[in-house]
């Protein structure tokens, strides 16, 4: 079984300080995907990323970055600079691919102050 | 890029009466799509897995009596919440996967309030 596990549930940050969001997964397949979503108060889910579990090179895009350490089996997720437009709470998932569907983590709610 | 959509966006209702939410993928064939409740302030929970052509597969715990899935063509899958109740009232979000790609994308969900 897969597994997901978000630790922080809120976090409160003041407008352009970094943050970290934190996402440790479980799985005993070789072959997988995670993703993390945005999830505005509107509601939709907002696709950031999706990596295979065997492109372990951390990615940059904008403000994003993702740390993605198979070792301690994490997949981090850190803003820098925050804006209040990120606050939303935000979905780290898993999928071990095929026709399987994505397990996601209890998700945390990102808090950016002006 | 490839969009889903979701209708109703948000829909009230009387307690007893059923509810029809589709998940239609515009620009993609789908011969999967997931069907997910989300309470509030709570994470995205599984209810079923949609097959096209095929019965769709439940959850635990989730009964497939009172939430009725087709899936009749590539491009539709509708979820219907039979004689609603309040404990219903939910947030539905479906996905479905590219046939080709397999990509994942989401609807924009569907706000449940049942009276």
């Known amino acids: 079984a897969q597994k997901v596990t978000q630790a922080q549930t809120e976090i409160s940050v003041v407008e352009k300080e970094d943050v970290t969001l934190d996402c440790v997964y479980e799985?005993?397949?070789?072959?997988?995907?995670l993703f993390w979503y945005k999830q505005p108060p509107s509601g939709e889910l907002v696709f950031l990323i999706r990596r295979n579990s065997f492109d372990e090179q951390n990615e940059i895009s904008g403000r994003y970055s993702w740390n993605f350490q198979k070792s301690t089996s994490s997949f981090n997720f850190t803003i820098t600079a925050s804006q209040v437009v990120d606050s939303a709470v935000y979905f780290c998932?898993?999928?071990?691919?095929?026709?399987?569907?994505?397990?996601f983590g209890k998700g945390t709610r990102l808090s950016v102050i002006a | 890029g490839a969009v889903v959509s979701q209708h109703p966006s948000w829909v009230i209702c009387k307690s007893g009466t059923s509810v029809k939410i589709e998940c239609r993928s515009l620009?993609?064939?789908?011969?999967?799509m997931f069907w997910y409740r989300q309470f509030p302030k709570q994470s995205l929970m599984l209810m079923a897995t949609?097959?096209?052509?095929?019965?769709?597969?439940?959850e635990q715990g989730v009964e497939k009596d009172k939430f009725l899935i087709n899936h009749a063509s590539l491009t539709l899958s509708t979820l219907t919440v039979t004689s609603a109740h309040p404990e219903d009232s939910s947030f539905y979000i479906c996905s479905a996967r590219d046939l080709v790609n397999e990509k994942l994308f989401f609807g924009s969900g569907t706000q449940l309030s049942v009276l």
């Open positions: 998932a898993l999928s071990v691919s095929g026709n399987t569907p994505l397990v």
């Open positions: 799985t005993r397949d070789t072959t997988y995907y």
């Open positions: 949609s097959n096209e052509g095929s019965k769709a597969t439940y």
């Open positions: 620009d993609f064939q789908a011969t999967t």
